[in-house]
């Protein structure tokens, strides 16, 4: 006979009670359907990570003031960055020595941090002002969009200029070109000379955009000189120059920035390295873990649906125990009962499957548009769901279609 | 067509061994119209499960168009009934949800045969027995008679060389009793096989050879009207 008949049988019997197959079919549709939006969530959140992290920029190593824990750096507790400034280890000449001394860098950028309020043409907007040098854009992978950066020559001369992110133009200017304006920080008067590309929010809900670099030297002594000392820098940003010299150099920092803080062999480190590598492995691995528990919880589902199946295949087998008698007196094979079962429990499950796929898919669809959560559907949910969902109507079904095909089918007719 | 010699079959019930064939002998031939009667638990049943290939002597050999049925596979049993044998059943039993068209080409869907191909073949057999106008009617819709003709014709699907019949007018009142009768001694005029098992010797009297069981045993085997 031709297979497509036992195909024929299966649906036939499926479509015979709509209501009870929609409900056996429902367990599946549920863990289908959880797996695929716990998993879309996950690499959301994956990718999100990853891009935040990316976009501090590429090859980084930041060196902070603070003890670290013997020097290992990295690790899964580096989401501190930027936090850790409170020391005031780390110096201008930590930076030279290490621009002078460690090979492949491509760019080193001391960065001063501060909180200040801006005035400009009768607006007014608190924000984040950093000093920096020229190379801090390439260190943190940064654009301009228009204007220009300032220089070397204006960066040493202290010059009173400052490169501002898109939302303080906005803030302070709405439309309006803000290069060559003028804004009081803390009440000096900083001509802006460049206006930053976008960088968007961070996964850490911080905008990014909302900051001004000025020449570190004007910075630190007009803005957040109260604080700091004269030469101190709050963070060092080193580039190297590829993602396999990295560790080399990160290791040549570390080296180095002993041998300048004169810390003997033993001694604890009074800075913390980071390596952007590190810490982004760190944090996939993290959110990887996270997502396969969620989408274990899921599968769990998936399983109780897949005994649903076999539930209601067993209940279907002592149903139609005469018709299987009948079957097998005008001629079915016992494997051809079989498969006849098999097909039931595999087409009740992969329709699941389907509509769970689907659910899936509308669900996390509409958890991005709700703006609540990253969504990444993963291309391989598809093929996943529907490979999975057949698995489980063949795992569950296997029992009742067993049931079925070794049947007396002398006993089977005589049934009531 | 059909030899069967010293045929026993036994089961085991509890501690006992009963025997529901103790060692029967027969054969019959092609074109015979044969009742086979006696009391319930006398064996007839069981004779006619192993006859149809449904079961498998303990003891003896059955041999039919001298193939050793007694020797075949699930497989091979399966594909004989299939081919060789027709089963009318004193329920009917028909699959509910199925027309009558269907479930008359159910058996030729395991013997392969192409939609167009069956579907012809299913209403040439239901016209054969007289139901052609019914023939898109599920069994709830039909009277006992009906069903019973619906069975009969998906019996003759895979054109059968025996009819095995177990009891089928035990379900059906007299009258219509009497017209699946003629409808079985029509169709063995038309030269097909027909093995009728029932204990109404009044059922048995419209075949051609009436053998008698008791106890698993053959009592006696007569011919004529």
């Given at each position: 006979m ?9 649906t036939?019997a499926i ?26 969530i ?17 090859n980084?190593i ?17 989401f501190v ?15 030279e ?12 950028a ?14 007014n ?20 969009a ?8 204006e ?6 200029v ?8 906005r ?7 803000p290069?060559?304006r ?19 929010q ?47 150099v990160?290791?040549?920092?570390v ?28 944090s ?39 018709e ?19 097909l ?32 990444a ?40 | 067509m ?27 031939g ?30 003896g ?6 193939e050793?049925?007694?020797a ?10 299939r ?7 004193q ?28 579907r012809?073949?299913?209403a040439e ?21 009906q ?16 009819l ?10 007299t ?17 097909l096989?027909?093995?009728l ?16 069981f008791?106890?698993g ?9």
């Amino acid at each position: 006979m031709r297979s497509i008949e036992l195909l024929r049988f299966a649906t036939g019997a499926i479509i015979a009670h709509p209501m009870r197959s929609a409900l056996t079919s429902l367990g599946v549709v549920i863990g289908v359907a959880a797996v695929v939006m716990m998993t879309s969530i996950g690499l959301g959140a994956q990718q999100r990570v990853t891009s935040t992290i990316a976009g501090l920029g590429s090859n980084l190593i930041i060196v902070s003031p603070g003890a670290s824990r013997g020097g290992a750096g990295g690790g899964g507790g580096g989401f501190v960055m930027g936090a850790a400034g409170s020391g005031q280890s780390l110096k201008d000449a930590d930076a030279e020595a290490i621009a002078k001394q460690v090979e492949n860098v491509a760019a080193i950028a001391p960065v001063v941090r501060g909180q200040a309020q801006l005035t400009a043409d009768g607006a007014n907007w608190n924000s984040r002002i950093e000093g920096v040098t020229p190379d801090y854009l390439v260190a943190r992978d940064l654009a301009i969009a228009s204007g220009r950066m300032f220089d070397e020559r204006e960066s040493r001369q202290g010059r009173k200029v400052v490169v501002i992110g898109q939302t303080v133009a906005r803030e302070l200017w709405g439309d309006l070109d803000p290069v060559g304006r003028r804004v009081r920080v803390r009440s000096v008067p900083f001509e802006v000379i460049g206006v930053l590309e976008s960088k968007g929010q961070s996964s850490f809900g911080q905008d990014q955009d909302d900051v001004l670099l000025g020449p570190l030297e004007a910075v630190r002594s007009r803005i957040v000189g109260r604080r700091a000392r004269g030469d101190t820098v709050q963070t060092i940003y080193v580039k190297a120059v590829d993602a396999d010299s990295l560790d080399r150099v990160q290791e040549d920092v570390v080296n180095l920035l002993r041998e300048q803080h004169r810390i003997r062999a033993g001694d604890d480190d009074d800075f913390q390295t980071q390596n952007m590598a590190s810490i982004l492995q760190a944090s996939q691995a993290a959110v990887a873990t996270f997502t396969i528990l969620l989408a274990a919880v899921a599968a769990v589902s998936l399983v109780v649906g897949g005994v649903g199946i076999m539930n209601i295949m067993l209940v279907a087998v002592t149903e139609r125990t005469r018709e299987i008698g009948l079957r097998m007196a005008v001629g079915a094979k016992r494997s051809q009962v079989l498969i006849q079962f098999a097909l039931e429990a595999i087409t009740l499950s992969l329709a699941g499957g389907l509509i769970g796929l689907l659910i899936g898919v509308l669900g996390a669809v509409a958890v991005a548009k709700l703006g609540a959560w990253p969504v990444a559907i993963p291309p391989w949910a598809g093929p996943i769901a529907l490979g999975f969902s057949s698995l489980v109507g063949l795992v569950f079904g296997a029992y009742p279609s067993w049931r079925a095909a070794r049947l007396d089918p002398i006993e089977a007719l005589r049934r009531e | 067509m059909i030899e069967i010699s010293d045929l026993r079959k036994l089961y085991v019930m509890g501690e006992e061994e009963v025997a529901a064939l103790a060692g029967v002998t027969l054969s019959i031939g092609r074109g015979e119209n044969v009742a086979v009667i006696g009391p319930s638990g006398s064996g007839k049943s069981s004779l006619m499960n192993i006859l149809g290939g449904l079961d498998r002597p303990s003891t003896g050999v059955y041999r039919f168009e001298g193939e050793d049925v007694g020797a075949f596979s699930d497989d091979e049993l399966a594909e004989f009934r299939r081919r060789r044998i027709g089963f009318v059943f004193q329920s009917f039993q028909l699959l509910p949800r199925l027309t009558a068209l269907q479930n008359v080409e159910l058996p030729m869907i395991y013997a392969g045969l192409a939609p167009r191909e069956r579907r012809d073949r299913a209403a040439e057999m239901l016209e054969r027995v007289g139901l052609g106008p019914r023939m898109g009617h599920k069994p709830t819709q039909l009277s006992g008679g009906q069903q019973q003709r619906v069975a009969i014709a998906r019996s003759l699907a895979n054109s059968p060389d025996l009819l095995l019949a177990d009891e089928p007018t035990g379900a059906l009142d007299t009258q219509t009793g009497q017209e699946v009768l003629a409808l079985f001694k029509q169709l063995n005029r038309e030269g097909l096989t027909l093995i009728l098992v029932t204990h109404d010797h009044d059922v048995a009297a419209s075949t051609d050879r009436r053998i008698s069981f008791r106890d698993g045993l053959v009592v006696s085997d007569e011919r004529g009207v």
